[in-house]
């Protein structure tokens, strides 16, 4: 038991995968917890029954100021905005704020290797765990999560020393984190959850916040080929590795692309690391994935052989360009996981073949002009639905002599399946890459 929680009155707000999981670990501490979300007991019946053994207090419906009153620390979970007025309220009062990322890297004895950025983190942190695992002596463990999979801080007194941690952290995680991370990795940084963060510029704040708490033994590992990464370089405390597709500058130490090979300059030296081929992920975007993990478990000290095992066989993460089924000879991909314009964009690229694609959900506030350009190059019918379907349309604009043949609207993602249903042909590739996020769903 970890003494400093004990007797302790904590409030957390948001009783969704990560506040349940914080709460059983602080529960287990010796804490003092009430549990609050603003969604009604019978919408979180499910998430009550989950905890019905564990002596806490639940407050569902609202999130009323007075539960600052008792409180000596809040924790929010991935979904609570700052801006929302009990945690304004709770900051004005001198409150810590914490969340479950936090509380674990400061309790885990095992070095931690943290993955952000806008796109390709899950499927760059899932490679770098199976690299890691691949990487470790008998007896030890790789512990892959965070943002994705079951938040670690259930498993801390699982945890040793000699184990390894691959943590995927987002902007919203970020936002409340000061721990130092071993290596740390910031992907690309593009428009994404303006609706959150407002402005790029605090959506990148965010993002650098992996950096900001490093100390000079760590390594960062940037993106040489992304201007909202490389932008970062100068706040690197320790060393820096870079990936991208290009050899790095004289000088600098990085991983790149080279005669169908991945290699690595270091100090000097140039290495082969793996073959291009073995990688067996659609799209350039992927590749980078690859590139990037190969840097993040070279970084983490991971050998050659276990990034070639860790990389042999991947045929990548669910709702990641997922494969689902081949009907009436058409192809059907799953990018669910795409819920920002750029993400689409690269789902579109990796593909040469007829597009039929459904796209829509709810906007978070992010520019679609150049979605839609793309869209009338290569996508040959539309099929719009959910919240940001007009928005999407006008991006698109109306169907003319080229692409796209057909703008279909759909009042919601079953009439839209049936409708790119109709539309497929034999050869054509029907994909999922909504653009915008699932909630109105």
């Not at 940037?222 to 909202?228: A, C, K, S, W």
Request: aromatic letters at 6%.
């Amino acid at each position: 038991m970890n003494r400093q929680w004990a007797g302790k009155r904590v409030l957390i707000l948001g009783a969704a995968r990560q506040g349940l999981a914080l709460t059983r670990y602080l529960l287990a501490q010796g804490a003092v917890v009430t549990l609050n979300d603003k969604r009604s007991s019978e919408q979180l019946k499910a998430s009550m029954e989950s905890l019905k053994h564990e002596q806490l207090t639940w407050v569902t419906g609202e999130h009323p100021m007075e539960l600052l009153d008792t409180a000596e620390m809040v924790c929010l979970s991935g979904g609570v905005p700052l801006d929302l007025p009990i945690v304004r309220e709770a900051a004005a009062r001198g409150l810590p704020l914490s969340n479950d990322s936090q509380i674990f890297a400061e309790a885990c004895p095992a070095p931690i290797t943290a993955i952000t950025g806008s796109a390709g983190k899950t499927t760059t942190t899932t490679l770098v765990g199976r690299m890691a695992q691949h990487g470790l002596a008998a007896g030890q463990r790789a512990w892959v999560g965070g943002n994705i999979g079951q938040p670690l801080v259930e498993f801390i007194d699982q945890i040793n020393p000699g184990d390894r941690v691959v943590l995927e952290l987002s902007s919203f995680q970020l936002e409340q984190m000061t721990a130092p991370m071993a290596v740390s990795a910031v992907l690309n940084i593009t428009p994404n959850h303006l609706d959150r963060h407002g402005t790029l510029e605090a959506y990148a704040a965010a993002k650098a916040r992996i950096l900001d708490f490093q100390h000079a033994g760590s390594r960062a590992v940037l993106n040489r080929e992304d201007p909202g990464s490389w932008n970062l370089r100068e706040r690197v405390k320790g060393n820096l590795l870079s990936f991208g597709l290009l050899h790095p500058a004289r000088g600098e130490d990085g991983v790149f692309t080279a005669a169908g090979m991945v290699r690595l300059v270091e100090k000097g030296k140039e290495s082969t690391l793996l073959p291009l081929n073995l990688i067996r992920l659609r799209g350039e975007h992927n590749t980078m994935n690859v590139l990037a993990a190969c840097a993040v478990a070279h970084a983490s000290g991971y050998p050659v052989e276990a990034m070639l095992a860790g990389v042999s066989g991947f045929t990548g993460v669910a709702h990641r360009l997922e494969l689902v089924r081949i009907f009436n000879g058409a192809a059907w991909y799953n990018d669910s996981i795409a819920t920002a314009p750029e993400r689409t964009a690269a789902a579109i690229r990796s593909f040469n073949e007829p597009l039929v694609l459904l796209l829509g959900g709810r906007d978070k506030n992010l520019p679609w002009e150049d979605l839609g350009a793309l869209v009338r190059q290569r996508v040959d019918h539309v099929v719009l639905f959910g919240e940001a379907a007009e928005k999407i349309a006008a991006a698109i604009g109306k169907p003319g002599f080229g692409r796209p043949y057909s703008v279909t609207r759909c009042a919601g993602l079953q009439e839209a399946v049936l409708t790119a249903a109709e539309q497929a042909e034999a050869g054509d590739v029907v994909l999922l890459s909504p653009g915008g996020t699932s909630y109105d769903q």
